[in-house]
């Protein structure tokens, strides 16, 4: 969790990046400039792939987190409280369900992010008008 808090701001400030050049995109291409239109595409382009490139270093994160968690678990279980073979079976099987649903904080992040960026330049054009 404080991993994907404080890649909120940086999401949000990539996907404002984002929208605010995809917003471009039909006065892009009512100039029917292929230069300005590959410019276009390439910012864009630019864009996508600096929020992936984040979504992969948080994945990264929560994965080593995720694996040393897994790895306490077995070590603790087996040296400390004696655990049958079914008794570890178990613990990897509940912490293996804990960590694909962990895999999927990073992407609902990003969503979030969107989103509230989104709102927060929707309610800025209300408050305009």
Known sequence: ????????????????????????????????????????????????????D?????????LAALLGMEMFNLWFATQSLGVSAG?????????????ESALILPMTLQTLSRLSEITARINKMEAAE
């Open 1 to 52: 969790m404080l991993t994907n808090t404080l890649a909120h701001k940086k999401f949000f400030r990539l996907n404002a990046a984002l929208n605010a050049r995809a917003e471009q995109q039909v006065g892009v291409l009512e100039t029917r400039s292929p230069p300005r239109l590959g410019a276009h595409l390439l910012s864009l382009r630019k864009s996508e792939i600096r929020i992936s």
């Open 54 to 62: 984040t979504e992969g270093l948080i994945y990264g994160m929560i």
């Open 87 to 99: 008794g570890v079976f178990s613990i990897v099987t509940y912490s293996w369900d804990f960590f």
